[in-house]
């Protein structure tokens, strides 16, 4: 297992990530999972105290309580749920971040986090508030950084120029290449990394039927997902093609992979050669690039 530095943070992280939203309902079969992602040398685990109303951090944090000094935990804040259930709003007020932190580091069992994100934002939010809060926090050693989960380029540059976020969480894919235009650039150059989530596009560049995605006809889809295949083998399964494209962006430090079973672990976490300049140039040509059509 490869490990960057996350942006201008002391944090080491593994260039594989485990996204725990995908986890299940079950403690015990969530442990086996992390455990052995932990043996394969996977250390930054994602959750989010919206994800199974707060039942996911509290699994991962029961499951990585003994191993709380080798790994690095990150979680999210500002959807709320409704006191019904029925759904959730979004709330960047500083005063609900305040308070839900407090139950995060319930929830994890932990007495700080490492990675505290905004798990969306909109440009009309308080941001330079929203931003007090997040240095509140880490003054008060509750959390060690802080960064955005976003794909609006407008958001993402006001955090950039005005925080000190150390990443940004966003979509980023073969099929999902809107990032290079708009928001990599701006993040190298403030030295911000970003974790990279859906680097196989649902399934469409390994084992779904070809669909339109994004402004991708049916037809693009294929030629990416056989761009894919053609670069795969015995060495390197289609997903691992797929993940190994994303981090060949200098500004990726992590792919969050969302895994379920410990076979997708396995492959996910598995050595696999790393593209080469070649394979990398063969797969951004196979369909052409995009740029977001809104928030920009």
């Known amino acids: 297992m490869n490990y960057q530095v996350l942006g201008r943070s002391d944090l080491k992280v593994s260039e594989v990530s485990f996204g725990c939203m995908s986890l299940g309902l079950n403690d015990a079969d969530n442990a086996r999972l992390l455990h052995r992602a932990v043996a394969l ?31 690095v935990i990150a979680t999210k804040v500002g959807n709320q749920w409704r006191a019904d259930g029925s759904g959730w709003d979004w709330n960047p007020r500083p005063e609900y971040i305040l308070a839900s932190v407090e139950e995060s580091l319930k929830r994890l069992g932990t007495d700080y986090i490492d990675l505290y ?30 960064g955005i989960s976003s794909i609006r380029p407008n958001v993402i540059r006001e955090y950039a120029k005005r925080s000190n976020i150390v990443s940004v969480m966003m979509q980023y894919s073969l099929l999902d290449r809107r990032p290079e235009v708009s928001c990599l650039p701006i993040l190298q150059q403030h030295g911000i990394s970003v974790v990279a989530r859906g680097s196989v596009a649902k399934g469409l560049l390994i084992d779904k039927p070809a669909t339109p995605y994004l402004s991708y006809s049916e037809a693009e889809v294929q030629q990416a997902k056989d761009a894919v295949a053609a670069l795969s083998g015995p060495f390197r399964s289609p997903a691992q093609t797929a993940l190994k494209y994303v981090l060949m962006h200098p500004v990726v430090a992590s792919a969050v992979v969302g895994i379920r079973t410990m076979v997708q672990l396995e492959e996910a976490a598995a050595a696999a050669p790393r593209l080469n300049e070649g394979e990398y140039e063969q797969l951004t040509a196979a369909i052409p690039i995009q740029d977001y059509d809104q928030h920009k």
Do not use: C, M
């Open 41 to 71: 040398g996977i250390n930054y685990f994602d959750t989010a105290d919206l994800y199974d109303k707060g039942f996911n951090e509290s699994s991962v944090g029961k499951a990585l309580r003994d191993r709380r000094k080798e790994v």
């Open 117 to 146: 994100q905004l798990h969306g934002g909109t440009i009309d939010d308080p941001i330079d508030d929203i931003i007090a809060a997040f240095e509140q926090l880490q003054q008060q050693g509750k959390i060690r950084y802080y």
